[in-house]
């Protein structure tokens, strides 16, 4: 059974993914397997970009979505048309002949990731390119948005030769419960960064620690300050309160009420050194 | 079920868009029914085994880099279908409805009024009519030839130049030389520090990707931005370098306005400077290091020439202001704590600075002075030392390839017909020259223009202090230019001051222009005569992918994948009709040669029959490169200098680096800008681009310009796959999709702009019209604006709608002895347009608002075509 591994730590955000199921599905008809997909507003691999930060401390985040080909598919068991099935393989596929552009698969996906095609009256979706696996398994043992992944940030394959990676997923709308075959590590989580300095010097202050202390559960994470004097306080959950003290050599500063319901780049941060 | 047929063939093509015989970002094109059915990577091992090629491999702390065995390309060469199929190709050969050669031409209405299709035959036959009649009464050199840049990767169709050689062979013409305009400041600067190097950057260059993977400490990427540049030329294989240094734990600060692609994912640290303004940046850093003794005196004593003079600048003995921390941050916008804390680290690690061509630094005012001060602290942390390099990232420094001949710009082995066209991209190689950032200049002066250098690029050093004058003595056939003949032209959205290109094109001295080329696009809109031209897809050729940093060097020959689209024929065919109206031309040009007999020779001139035999490259249509067996020895950078300055010495007059030019100094002794040592230059009578002009007062943002993520300079603006990415275009409230304009949110709020507003961009040279990006990507202070949008003309020569914000830039060149173009680092002010001002421009113009329009792909060309446009 194919998997679909997405390590986000060497996504670089080239949107080649995206461009690949384009490239083979627009202007295309692979019937029985899929037909043409409509030139632009389809993404059945769509990468989501966002920008987290303030300057100077940012980073931007791209995380494919797809179908995540359920081994419990909603879209099948709803289907009254009978024409989503999966196959061996994994793969769930929506038969374009059977659709009768009912929207119900469209409405009950978890995962948005299904599409309608209002000229042809059908529901779409990725197909996992199966039209290649099956058509050509010589050339082809990769969808389309594989092949074009310069980083190798995107994979398919045995879910046994995955092993490994699949124990150290993430969680991403597994709660669900769909049985998701797309496996995620590296998704964007929250942080805290800035730049500590001394005003009367203006020098950064080097080797600081910084420490956030979660203002309900009293966990702490810790960090110095390197030589930028930036301290980057990575791998924060959501919506939490926290506070941030700042050390060095008997000199501290406190900064409460940090929140993580976005990331927080705190900018340049004066903290007098004791003389 | 039965499985489908997914494709009755495959060609290969380099995806690259650099052109110049050279290529990489290579790819397989599947093709059924006659149509492309996808375009994708090419896998090397398609036809060969891994096993037949020997591959290079680097190593840092236990880690192993290596080329892929499939190649990278960027989101522009996988769409490329799109480029291919786009509504804005040039279906048939057309005439503008109000131009006729025989009665009135109406110059004035170039880009306004409509075209009409006209026959190949009627087409080459008004030409050559036209050629015939300039000849006659002002001489050949009234004709201008632009046919220069960037492009697809072909060899015996290569874009552009194609039209020189036949005006050659008809007497000559007026070239229009292409300036360094990606690169401006290590031409016009650093080549007078450390020699002629490549085209000024720096060069012996072999082997700095694995010197810097095994020694550095930290990489500088420098208003480089390796997630984008790079992707036209060769492909991704950069960004796989960068997540190689994060794996092996060598640092990358970006030091650039905008926290741009690879900052956004790549750097440990983004220092966010002003446009611009680095060279204060750069001084403070001298200044750290001269009063902290953090630099190896004993290079700068043994390899460098003028420490000293910088020295008494950079402390004030000079002029009395010390190039302080404090000073450099008034002026860069860097908090002092950080000049301080990156001089300091740059002292004590063993550093590279990374570059990829255009970004922030190097193509502002006085793009000189960065140039050469960055040559400076390179030098004075032991440049060519093990680590320290000044990198143009992949670009040069990867592994040497075994046997690699070449098709150089300028082989006399290689026929003319094939040479000529790149030859007149890197060459001032007729008598009657003008660079191309003073075309307009050239056209709309009635005084002569002189000018210092051409710019050229394979011009050397010595060539920056020879005055040269347009028109020549007319004794030598000088001449105004009174016909232009343009190939794959994008001068109005690429190079200075746009608006001024319209306006000069519209002049009524140009009496005939001819544009070719594939897209109704930029500057064709004020051509009289357009040909069609098609792409790569529709022509058999042949390609060396072995230039600009290919990981995986190779040779294809690039079977056509389509017959040609509408009437279009190739670069080369669309001259070669012409060459028919005149006797024995065409024999002339072609020699009698097919395509398959110069896919042969060029072949030949790979010196192909030591690598590989051509029975076996036309079977399996490719070949690989193996990695020299002793690639590993080749010095890295300029070591040997480092190691024994006087056996090899640099060429520089003294043979040493020279911080102070006393070639420079006795040349242009009142040269304010650009003296013997590099300075901060706040203004001079040619720019008065900074914050502290009284300009900024109603223009107080500094635009950053970089080439775009999307597109290779003006190329691939109409992949509609593409035009769907958040920083791709901005769909405005009336539906047309805007070029970007970045902003932070603290001058948005300032000024009311929310995302997704039309805004324009402006200064006293006219109006850019955007959409609104608001982000924390950019520091205040700055208007982020990437060139290359196409140009669409609300008002030719006032107000852009397209986004093309080179139309803005300044008129003047770098500076008054270098005939560089400006793309970034000058002054606008941005403000929301209000729906009452798009009314007024919506009623003083209605055909620029009346044109057909495809939201999609933007600009068509039936909107251009007389019956074919209207909505």
């Given amino acids: ?22 490239d083979e599905h627009v202007g295309n008809d692979w ?72 929207k119900l698969c469209f409405d009950t996906c978890p995962h948005n990731a299904i599409f309608l095609n209002e000229q042809l009256n059908i529901a779409q979706k990725c197909t996992g390119c199966s039209h290649l696996l099956d058509g050509d398994p010589e050339e082809w043992t990769v969808p389309r948005c594989v092949d074009n992944c ?15 990676f699949i124990a150290e997923a993430e969680p991403f709308n597994s709660e669900i419960g769909t049985k998701s075959r797309i496996f995620y590590k590296g998704l964007p989580k929250k942080f805290v960064a800035g730049t500590v300095y001394e005003p009367t ?21 810790s960090v110095k300050t390197n030589n930028f004097g930036d301290f980057w306080l990575k791998g924060l959950q959501d919506n939490r309160t926290y506070t941030l003290t700042i050390e060095k050599d008997g000199s501290s500063k406190v900064i409460p009420g940090i929140t993580t319901d976005i990331d927080r780049g705190l900018g340049d941060i004066p903290m007098a050194m004791a003389r | 079920m039965k499985p489908v047929k997914t494709k009755d063939k495959t060609v290969l093509r380099s995806l690259g868009l650099g052109g110049y015989f050279g290529g990489g970002a290579e790819g397989m094109v599947d093709v059924k029914n006659g149509k492309i059915v996808r375009v994708r990577p090419m896998r090397y091992g398609w036809k060969y085994k891994k096993e037949e090629v020997r591959q290079w491999k680097m190593e840092r702390n236990g880690k192993i880099l290596e080329p892929t065995w499939k190649s990278l390309p960027g989101p522009f060469s996988l769409g490329y279908k799109k480029r291919v199929y786009s509504p804005n190709r040039v279906p048939f050969p057309m005439k503008r409805v109000d131009w006729d050669p025989n009665g009135e031409r109406n110059t004035q209405n170039r880009g306004k009024s409509k075209f009409e299709r006209i026959s190949w035959d009627e087409a080459s036959a008004i030409i050559a009519g036209e050629i015939r009649r300039v000849h006659e009464k002002y001489g050949y050199n009234a004709i201008l030839m632009q046919g220069d840049g960037h492009g697809e990767c072909k060899t015996i169709n290569t874009p552009h130049g194609h039209p020189g050689v ?19 400041g290590w031409y016009w600067g650093a080549k007078h520090v450390w020699g002629q190097g490549a085209q000024g950057i720096m060069y012996p260059a072999a082997n700095i990707v694995k010197d810097t993977v095994e020694h550095a400490e930290m990489v500088l990427f420098w208003g480089c931005d390796p997630e984008t540049t790079p992707w036209g030329f060769v492909g991704q294989f950069a960004s796989r370098l960068c997540y190689y240094l994060t794996e092996v734990g060598i640092q990358q600060v970006y030091i650039c306005p905008d926290c741009n692609y690879g900052a956004a994912i790549h750097a440990d640290k983004w220092i966010p400077v002003l446009p611009n303004t680095d060279a204060a940046l750069q001084l403070a850093i001298i200044y750290m290091w001269l009063t902290e003794g953090t630099y190896d005196k004993e290079y700068v004593a043994t390899h460098t020439v003028g420490m000293d003079k910088v020295a008494d600048y950079v402390l004030g003995k000079e002029d009395s202001i010390p190039k302080t921390p404090e000073w450099a941050s008034a002026k860069c916008g860097v908090p002092v704590w950080t000049i301080k804390a990156l001089a300091r680290e740059f002292g004590a690690k063993t550093t590279s600075i990374a570059h990829y061509f255009g970004g922030g630094f190097i193509r502002g005012p006085f793009s000189h002075e960065p140039a050469r001060l960055e040559c400076i602290l390179l030098g004075m942390q032991g440049l060519g030392g093990p680590g320290v390099h000044q990198h143009q990232w992949t670009y040069f420094g990867l592994p040497r390839a075994e046997g690699l001949g070449g098709t150089f710009f300028w082989n006399p082995e290689i026929e003319e017909r094939l040479a000529l066209p790149v030859y007149s991209s890197v060459a001032a190689w007729q008598e009657q020259v003008i660079p191309k950032t003073l075309i307009q200049n050239a056209i709309l002066s009635d005084e002569p223009i002189k000018f210092r250098g051409t710019g050229a690029q394979n011009a050397l050093t010595a060539d920056q202090f020879s005055e040269y004058t347009f028109p020549i003595a007319p004794e030598k056939k000088g001449s105004p230019i009174h016909m232009i003949w343009t190939d794959s032209p994008c001068r109005i959205t690429c190079w200075n001051f746009g608006h001024e290109t319209e306006l000069a094109l519209r002049s009524s001295k140009i009496e005939c222009i001819v544009a070719q080329h594939p897209w109704f696009e930029n500057d064709c809109l004020y051509a009289d005569i357009v040909l069609p031209a098609n792409t790569h897809m529709e022509v058999d050729d042949i390609v060396t992918n072995i230039r600009q940093g290919t990981m995986q060097p190779n040779i294809m020959l690039t079977e056509k994948a389509i017959e040609p689209i509408g009437e279009s024929k190739s670069d080369a065919q669309c001259v070669l009709e012409v060459a028919k109206q005149f006797p024995g031309m065409e024999e002339q040009m072609t020699e009698g040669k097919t395509t398959a007999d110069l896919q042969k020779a060029i072949w030949g001139y790979m010196g192909g029959e030591k690598l590989v035999s051509w029975e076996q490259l036309k079977e399996k249509q490719y070949w690989i490169y193996s990695t020299a067996e002793d690639w590993e020895n080749d010095p890295p950078g300029f070591r040997q200098f480092y190691l024994d300055p006087e056996k090899h010495k640099l060429n520089t007059p003294s043979g040493k680096l020279e911080f102070y030019s006393e070639a ?20 001079s009578h040619n720019h008065d681009e900074r914050l502290s002009s009284p300009r900024a007062r109603i223009y107080p943002l500094l635009i950053m310009s970089n080439h775009g993520r999307w597109r290779v300079h003006a190329q691939c603006d109409d992949i509609t796959w593409t035009r769907e990415t958040p920083t791709m275009k901005v769909t405005g409230p009336d539906g047309y999709k805007y070029e970007p304009c970045w902003l932070h949110p603290f001058e948005a709020e300032k000024r009311g702009i929310k995302s997704g507003d039309i805004v324009k961009v402006f200064n006293e040279r006219g109006i850019v019209l955007a959409g609104a990006y608001i982000t924390e990507r950019l ?36 500076s008054e002895n270098c005939v560089g173009q400006i793309a970034g680092g000058y002054l606008v002010e941005v403000q929301r347009v209000s729906g009452e001002e798009m009314d ?26 007389v019956d074919g446009g209207d909505k």
């Fill in chain 1, 1 to 22: 059974m194919k998997v679909f591994i997405v390590d986000l730590s060497v996504c670089n955000g080239c949107y080649c993914c995206q461009i690949a199921c384009k």
């Fill in chain 1, 31 to 102: 019937s029985p397997y899929a037909k043409p997909q409509p030139d632009t507003g389809q993404f059945w691999i769509g990468l989501t970009e966002k920008v987290h930060g303030h300057v100077p401390h940012v980073k931007v985040s791209y995380v494919p979505q797809m179908c995540h080909h359920c081994d419990d598919a909603p879209c099948i068991a709803d289907c009254k048309a009978e024409a989503i099935y999966k196959r061996a393989d994994g793969l769930v596929v929506i038969d374009p002949e059977k659709c009768t552009g009912c």
């Fill in chain 1, 150 to 164: 310069p980083t190798e940030a995107l994979r398919f394959g045995e879910e046994a030769d995955f092993a490994d």
């Fill in chain 1, 201 to 221: 010097q203006k020098d950064v202050i080097i080797g600081a620690t910084c420490t956030l202390k979660d203002t309900e559960s009293g966990e702490t994470f």
């Fill in chain 2, 166 to 184: 036949l005006l050659e062979y008809l007497g000559g013409f007026t070239l229009q030389v292409r300036n360094p305009d990606s690169w401006e």
């Fill in chain 2, 664 to 683: 420079l100094a006795k040349a242009y002794p009142d040269d304010k800008e650009r003296g013997p040592i590099p300075k901060w230059v706040e203004k």
């Fill in chain 2, 779 to 814: 520091r205040p202070g700055v208007a982020y604006v990437d060139h290359g949008a196409r140009h669409d003309p609300i008002k030719t020569g006032e107000i852009e709608r397209g986004g093309a914000i080179n139309t803005i830039t300044p008129g003047a060149i770098t």
């Fill in chain 2, 840 to 865: 007024t421009w919506r009623r003083e113009n209605p055909e620029a608002f009346a044109r057909k329009y495809d939201a999609a792909a933007g600009l068509r060309v039936d909107a251009w075509i």
